[in-house]
């Protein structure tokens, strides 16, 4: 070891078992009552899903709610709206009315001489448009929430500007607004920009509130016309091309010298920024106190020349800092070749988190179908809104204690669930790796290589990934509940500043708690990979191992991050640029345009990026963490370290 990583060093050195030749084949099950536990958890969240089912309505959730508390398109509520799907918005507030069919004008887009109004539509009379299309409402006359118009309350002299301001539609704030060309989405009948724009030309005030909504909806059906119609092109490059620029990157990676160029490139690159940054400054300040007169006050000059000085200083502590990683710096674009090459040698490895997102939307999909049934189980009341003096009524849920548990035990398994899933993974891929890195003969890895990684990892340290998950998902549901404390009394108290400023305190610890448990339980998985210890040993040997060698993570931290964020800018620009190229000349006239497809190519290459590099970022940790090992277990000849690795323990010694 080299003599200033001797110096760090703090723990007990690594000792080979006797007959080490990698993670062992010969495995323990770890942490078996974690394993209990998670399936304990999950006979929970089924229970409260099967009570939920059979006391619940998801209708109640998925189907609008109209301002008396009748469901759209159900029988639910004191009045059947079985043959009126659709919720028509009346107000800011989310009150409306059901109605059979969205609204839908030929042309005008609007007209502002009828309404639609919790008590039915009223038209103005000789002024409403006779080609409006017409509105059919369920009888809302016995509902003990009913407000109608008249001419007083809704149009006072047939004005449209002074039925705006009136207390009927009270700046949309009311209980009526006037009928206007809309679209159906999810069942709720959303009003197009251009109505909300034949209104404010009548009524002199502008909705925009509204509008911006609409803009959207409108955005959304040009987006997914477009998509459509470029559908192979996303998929096809989306998924397919980005995942071969991915395997491209890792192989650029291994040309001589690219990487030394990209890492360097990158660190001298910053140095000279924040350097450029404090001369440009301070020379900024120079300049403007010559000047004469002066057109900046003596206080900003000051400020801009200490800010400079400041660039200055953090440029000089950037470079000590470099200096004094540069030997492990070179040491971890080691590792990032050999684990650029552990990863080639294995590309199945690409297949499980695959595997694992259709296990992670599988849970979602039955989690979802029990929370909304929970979300059903509250009760309806009545909720009073009261603008220019004017009440208006709209109904929502509100639970009781019971339901709320129910829902707090749901988020908790959600947590825990995507956490272990996570963990999952991150053993297979240790598991894998270190056996890539274990291994004299590298032609003999491959495709057996991980599906023996899943068999061990799955069947013996399910509860390792348990246990580490469920640590993270304790935390997590503490920041909720924190945040959902925060909103109850913002609610109560209004915009309270010593609220806030508690509960971004506690975030904050609590999120750099969360920040240090993932770097833990990363090292845990992969000593739990290697020498199938159970979760708390690995933990301890984990840290310590890390904390021994701080400098060689700091460096290996700083690296990888440099090529994990050039590669994802390198797979998401290539697949774009090529995705463009190709739209532009075969399909640029079969959409509107074809920056959203670019667009959605991009986004998807993005996450295959992102998931292609999880699994090139625990690579790396793993080789680290082997190197270590290695170096610490054997001499010479007996070292598993290769290239430049091997070079390294040569120079400086183990």
Request: hydrophobic fraction near 45%.
């Amino acid at each position: 070891m080299a003599k200033e990583d001797k110096d760090e060093y703090k723990g007990e050195k690594l000792e080979a078992p006797a007959d080490f030749d990698g993670p062992s084949n010969d495995r323990v099950c770890t942490d078996v009552l974690c394993s209990l536990l998670l399936v304990g958890m999950f006979a929970i969240m089924t229970a409260i899903g099967i009570y939920s089912i059979q006391n619940g309505d998801y209708r109640l959730i998925l189907y609008p709610l109209d301002y008396d508390g009748n469901v759209c398109g159900t029988n639910v509520g004191d009045i059947d709206m079985s043959d009126y799907p659709y919720l028509y918005r009346v107000n800011y507030f989310g009150g409306g009315v059901c109605v059979k069919a969205c609204p839908s004008f030929s042309s005008g887009y609007a007209d502002e001489y009828t309404l639609v109004t919790y008590g039915g539509v009223y038209k103005v009379d000789g002024l409403a448009d006779e080609n409006a299309p017409t509105v059919e409402m369920p009888d809302y006359t016995n509902s003990p929430n009913v407000q109608t118009c008249t001419q007083e309350n809704c149009y006072p002299n047939n004005n449209p500007a002074e039925s705006f301001t009136s207390s009927g539609v009270n700046y949309g704030n009311g209980y009526a607004f006037y009928l206007t060309d809309t679209t159906s989405y999810l069942h709720r009948c959303f009003t197009s920009t251009e109505a909300y724009n034949v209104i404010e030309n009548a009524v002199g005030e502008s909705i925009s509130d509204l509008g911006d909504a609409e803009d959207a909806t409108s955005f959304i059906s040009e987006l997914y016309s477009d998509l459509y119609s470029a559908r192979d092109y996303v998929l096809g490059f989306g998924f397919g091309v980005s995942v071969l620029a991915s395997f491209l990157y890792t192989y650029l990676l291994r040309i001589p010298g690219l990487l030394f160029t990209i890492i360097w490139g990158s660190l001298l690159g910053s140095l000279g920024l924040i350097g450029f940054i404090g001369y440009y400054s301070f020379m900024t300040a120079n300049n403007a106190a010559d000047e004469d007169p002066q057109v900046y006050s003596d206080e900003k000059i000051k400020g801009l020349r200490y800010f400079g000085i400041f660039m200055f200083v953090v440029a000089g502590l950037y470079f000590l800092i470099l200096c004094f990683l540069r030997k492990r710096i070179q040491l971890s674009i080691g590792i990032v070749k050999q684990a650029s090459r552990a990863v080639q040698a294995m590309p199945t490895l690409l297949i499980f988190p695959v595997v694992q997102t259709g296990g992670l939307l599988a849970f979602i999909v039955v989690w979802l179908i029990y929370a909304v049934c929970v979300a059903s189980l509250g009760d309806l009341e009545t909720n009073a809104f009261v603008t220019n003096e004017v009440t208006v009524m709209v109904r929502s849920f509100s639970y009781d204690e019971d339901t709320q548990t129910m829902a707090w035990i749901l988020i908790f398994c959600f947590f825990w669930t995507v956490e272990f899933i996570s963990a999952v993974g991150s053993i297979v891929i240790a598991r894998a790796i270190a056996s890539w890195y274990f291994t004299r003969d590298k032609g003999t890895i491959g495709t057996g290589t991980v599906v023996q990684s899943i068999r061990q990892s799955m069947w013996y340290h399910m509860g390792t990934a348990a246990f580490g998950a469920l640590i993270i998902a304790i935390i997590q549901t503490i920041r909720a509940i924190v945040s959902y404390i925060q909103k109850k009394i913002e609610d109560i108290d209004g915009d309270n500043k010593a609220v806030k400023c508690v509960a971004c305190c506690c975030q904050c610890c609590f999120a750099c708690l969360e920040k240090c448990m993932r770097f833990i339980n990363k090292h845990a998985y992969i000593q739990t990979a290697i020498f199938s210890t159970n979760f708390c040993i690995s933990a301890k040997n984990g840290f310590f191992l890390m904390f021994g060698n701080f400098g060689r993570i700091g460096a290996i931290t700083l690296v990888s991050e440099v090529v994990v964020v050039i590669g994802k800018i390198f797979i998401a620009a290539v697949t774009g640029a090529i995705a463009y190229v190709l739209m532009d000349n075969y399909i640029a006239d079969e959409v509107e345009s074809i920056i959203g497809p670019v667009v959605v190519v991009m986004l998807l290459t993005y996450i295959v990026a992102t998931l292609f590099f999880s699994i090139f970022s625990m690579a790396v940790d793993t080789v680290l963490q082997c190197f270590i090992a290695d170096e610490e277990m054997f001499d010479g000849d007996d070292c598993y370290a290769e290239g430049s690795l091997k070079e390294w323990i040569d120079d400086n010694g183990s």
